[in-house]
Nanobody
Framework: QVQLVESGGGLVQAGGSLRLSCAAS????????MAWYRQAPGKQREFVASMTSSLTTKYADSVKGRFTVSRDTGKNTAYLQMNSLKPEDTAVYLC???????????????WGQGTQVVVSS
């Protein structure tokens, strides 16, 4: 019905940058919020950043000033620009689309499979 596909992860040295993308596809009429979460080995999934359809952004304290979330509403795509990366940013980064309206009716949330980010010291 709706699929989210993340890309852009990889291995980078501390201080480097990466840009993640999340493309949503399917019978989508609108998406309320697109967000990024991450999960490191042995840790719980944590919120990273989000942007609503009105372009309101929210960030975790740990990434403020270093990460920037954006989205292309027309393409149902979200981005996460990650600068000044630290080893503690190493995790699987997952995309979430919340309040998705499809032509089948109702609102649902969807998750992508994730993309691995490894930051070496």
């Amino acid at each position: 019905q709706v699929q989210l596909v993340e890309s852009g992860g990889g291995l980078v040295q501390a201080g480097g940058s990466l840009r993640l993308s999340c493309a949503a596809s399917g019978s989508i009429l609108s998406i309320n919020t697109m967000a990024w979460y991450r999960q490191a080995p042995g840790k719980q999934r944590e919120f990273v950043a989000s942007m609503t359809s009105s372009l309101t952004t929210k960030y975790a304290d740990s990434v403020k000033g270093r990460f920037t979330v954006s989205r292309d509403t027309g393409k149902n795509t979200a981005y996460l620009q990650m600068n000044s990366l630290k080893p503690e940013d190493t995790a699987v980064y997952l995309c979430n689309a919340a309040g998705v309206r499809t032509r089948y009716g109702g609102r649902s949330d969807f998750w992508g499979q994730g993309t691995q980010v490894v930051v070496s010291s």
